[in-house]
């Protein structure tokens, strides 16, 4: 297991262990795929992670809210177009959220990541405002 996949982990772990109904980790998995998505990736699985980040900083959804979004998402369209993947696709990584001090400073972070993330594909945002909206019936 490489460095970045056992940081995510442990990023994982940090957000799974945390009791409340805000569910923090959806932001962490959808900031992570958006931000290392290869050429590989499914289009499904860089549009959701996307459209979580849209639901977070253009709609204030909690994680939860994403998270059920998905599963609204997931019951509709079934092909998804092919996103470019920017060069730069933020300055916050992982290892920069799990710098921060646990607990509410490093659920800043997660914000602050998932913001910069969100920012990176901003040749994006109006494909997937638009799509998620028509998905979502909002």
Not at 2 to 13: D, P, R, S, V
Not at 40 to 46: E, G, L, M, Q
């Given at each position: 297991?490489?460095?970045?996949?056992?940081?995510?982990?442990?990023?994982?772990?940090?957000?799974?262990?945390?009791?409340n109904?805000?569910?923090?980790?959806?932001?962490?998995?959808?900031?992570f795929?958006?931000?290392?998505?290869?050429?590989?990736?499914?289009?499904?699985a860089?549009?959701?992670?996307?459209?979580?980040?849209?639901?977070?900083?253009?709609?204030?959804?909690?994680?939860?809210?994403?998270?059920?979004?998905?599963?609204?998402?997931?019951?509709?369209?079934?092909?998804?177009?092919?996103?470019?993947?920017?060069?730069?696709?933020?300055?916050?990584?992982?290892?920069?959220v799990l710098?921060?001090?646990?607990?509410?400073?490093?659920?800043?972070?997660?914000y602050?990541?998932c913001?910069?993330?969100?920012?990176?594909y901003?040749?994006?945002h109006?494909?997937?405002?638009d799509?998620?909206?028509?998905?979502?019936?909002?």
């Amino acid at each position: 297991m490489n460095n970045l996949q056992q940081q995510y982990n442990e990023l994982c772990f940090y957000t799974l262990a945390q009791a409340n109904n805000v569910f923090i980790h959806q932001h962490v998995a959808d900031a992570f795929t958006a931000q290392t998505a290869t050429d590989s990736t499914k289009p499904i699985a860089i549009v959701f992670s996307l459209a979580g980040l849209y639901l977070l900083n253009e709609k204030n959804y909690t994680g939860k809210e994403v998270q059920l979004a998905h599963m609204k998402m997931a019951e509709q369209e079934k092909k998804y177009s092919e996103i470019s993947l920017p060069l730069n696709r933020g300055r916050i990584n992982v290892a920069d959220v799990l710098d921060a001090e646990p607990g509410i400073e490093r659920n800043e972070m997660i914000y602050k990541w998932c913001k910069d993330v969100w920012i990176a594909y901003s040749d994006h945002h109006e494909t997937i405002s638009d799509l998620t909206c028509k998905l979502l019936r909002i």
